[in-house]
């Protein structure tokens, strides 16, 4: 079948670049807010003149955050990476829910929350009608309105607009299913929201894109765009897309075009440095996990709840770390410093081979690929918003990738230490 999203989307490259500062606010809707901007609602509620305060892009407020929300600071280790957690599990439902990312574990919770009336309310993400990854903000009251959102969608979206209609309906009990800047600004405006409960489900969240240029990518990528009904990054180094009749199609990661797609990632996504959703009560992703399990990091007391709430329908195995994320650092950080072309095609394929038996996985391809996100953001940050470092930059960085100090020195000619 002919799929709306592809059909109706004229494609004339990227609106956005790496090496273009993206700056969203230049949109109509979006003028008069921060240059660095992740579209996440709140400027669109009555909390606007919190924004300043608030949001994570005009000034991180992490650590003090994390004192409030944890009563300590990270611990030196998988906590300067993975953001403060008390246990992390891997774990999948033993009964997936057909159409779910993964295996439907944040669906599941969320749905259960409402069905047991431990909440009156969920924040998510649906899909806008006639399309499968386009989000649609929605304020879901039943079990079956949070099933029906069930999926991936990768994209900008303003969730916290729906804050407004949380307090004018009454709303004391809440859920919020958000990314890592959704969540942050949630966790700095929580006083101000009235809420007797509030449950804060985070989903790790890496270079979102608009909504178009989602559909440009997956057009570049697939050899049938128009079929694909999930798809997802993986811990085997291959992007998986799932089609209408069932069949997985895998590309390797080293295989992107990305001449062709140096552009689509927003500067706010560029700028980003809580991949794995530190305030939240509970995250739910799949990176540090091995390949098909869902990776669980469990960070209060109510996350704990949370996930005891899941835990009869579960099924667990031990969480796995192998190879050595530090090998290839310093050849990561040469890259990033001068990106080199795209390799023959029979080398890529025998990198990709050599990636899949001996390159990190588990918790070790966890923390290698959150320390190169967090090298590739402070590189572009330097590069295209220096002043803008000391405000948005969390201390924890530095610290998480002190290690390779001296490699950096090496490929960048400067101290990775923070500017003043």
């Not at 996440?40 to 407020?61: I, N, T, W």
């Not at 944040?106 to 806008?128: K, M, N, S, Y």
């Not at 057009?219 to 085997?236: A, C, G, Q």
């Not at 530090?326 to 990106?339: E, H």
Request: charged residues 25%; glycine residues 6%.
């Amino acid at each position: 079948m002919s799929h709306p999203d592809l059909t109706d989307i004229e494609f004339t490259g990227p609106a956005k670049g790496l090496r273009q500062t993206t700056l969203l606010s230049q949109d109509e809707r979006l003028s008069q807010r921060p240059k660095l901007c992740s579209d996440c609602g709140l400027c669109d509620s009555r909390l606007k003149p919190e924004m300043a305060k608030a949001c994570p892009f005009v000034r991180q407020h992490i650590p003090e955050l994390e004192q409030k929300l944890y009563h300590r600071e990270r611990t030196a280790g998988d906590e300067l990476r993975f953001g403060v957690f008390q246990q992390m599990h891997a774990a999948r439902l033993r009964q997936p829910v057909a159409g779910a990312q993964w295996s439907g574990m944040v669906t599941t919770l969320a749905a259960r929350l409402l069905e047991q009336g431990a909440v009156e309310a969920v924040i998510t993400a649906a899909a806008a009608p006639g399309t499968r990854f386009a989000p649609q903000p929605i304020l879901a009251r039943t079990p079956e309105e949070v099933r029906a959102s069930a999926g991936n969608k990768p994209c900008l979206s303003p969730n916290l607009s729906l804050l407004d209609q949380v307090r004018d309906s009454g709303v004391r009990r809440l859920a919020l299913i958000g990314t890592g800047c959704q969540v942050q600004i949630v966790r700095a405006v929580q006083e101000q929201l009235g809420l007797e409960r509030l449950d804060v489900i985070g989903i790790p969240c890496s270079d979102n894109v608009t909504y178009p240029d989602l559909l440009m990518f997956l057009r570049l990528i697939s050899r049938s765009p128009d079929t694909i009904v999930h798809y997802e990054f993986m811990p085997d180094y291959r992007l998986w897309m799932r089609h209408e009749d069932g069949h997985d199609e895998k590309v390797n990661f080293i295989d992107f075009p990305m001449d062709q797609l140096d552009g689509i990632f927003p500067a706010a996504c560029l700028s980003c440095f809580d991949y794995a959703n530190s305030l939240a009560d509970i995250t739910i992703g799949y990176m540090g996990a091995r390949l098909g399990w869902q990776w669980v990091l469990v960070r209060t007391e109510r996350g704990q709840e949370l996930f005891d709430q899941l835990a009869p329908d579960l099924e667990t195995t031990a969480l796995i770390s192998g190879g050595d994320r530090r090998r290839g650092m310093p050849r990561y950080l040469q890259m990033l410093a001068k990106p080199p072309g795209k390799p023959p095609r029979l080398i890529r394929q025998l990198i990709a081979t050599l990636q899949r038996q001996r390159g990190p996985r588990g918790l070790e391809f966890a923390r290698a690929v959150i320390e190169m996100k967090l090298f590739r953001n402070l590189h572009y940050v330097r590069t295209h918003f220096p002043r803008y470092e000391p405000r948005i930059v969390p201390p924890h960085v530095y610290q998480a990738l002190g290690d390779y100090a001296a490699d950096y020195q090496a490929c960048f000619g400067r101290d990775l230490t923070p500017t003043k």
